[in-house]
């Protein structure tokens, strides 16, 4: 079974949409500074550190300090308890699907 704490943290922090577009931004760079962040949005430099620190603790990102720099990338692992939740819905489905193919060909042979 889930782990509940790794999974309501990751649904929490994704849940807010602003933050999930912060992520998003995170995930197609390599590496991205709080100031190139703030430069591609209409939020302001205080929100997205608020919003990073929430991604960071949650797992989703990890950071390295380079001088007065802090560089944001994405950390594939957090997701893992997303992805472990899905996988597990996705076997129902996949069982629903199979069993309406073969009713779908039992009706229309």
Same mark, same amino acid.
């Given at each position: @079974? %889930? !782990? #509940? &704490?790794? %999974?309501? &943290?990751? @649904?929490? =922090? ?8 912060? $992520? !998003?931004?995170?995930?197609?760079? !390599? !590496?991205? =500074? ?5 430069? *591609?949005?209409?939020?302001? +430099?205080?929100?997205?550190? +608020? ?5 960071? +603790? &949650? *797992?989703?990102? #990890? ?10 990338? #994405?950390?594939?692992? *957090? ?6 939740? @899905?996988?597990?819905? *996705? ?5 629903? $699907? =199979? ?7 039992? %009706?229309?042979?």
């Amino acid at each position: @079974m %889930i !782990e #509940a &704490a790794p %999974i309501n &943290a990751v @649904m929490r =922090t994704l849940a807010d949409p602003t933050r999930r577009a912060v $992520f !998003e931004r995170v995930v197609k760079s !390599e !590496e991205i =500074t709080v100031l190139e962040l703030t430069r *591609g949005s209409d939020v302001t +430099q205080g929100a997205i550190s +608020q919003h990073l620190k929430s991604l960071k +603790q &949650a *797992g989703l990102v #990890a950071e390295r300090r380079a001088g007065r720099n802090v560089f944001y990338r #994405a950390e594939p692992k *957090g997701l893992a308890p997303l992805v472990d939740w @899905m996988s597990h819905y *996705g076997v129902f489905w996949r069982r629903r $699907f =199979t069993n309406l193919r073969s009713l779908l060909k039992e %009706i229309d042979p």
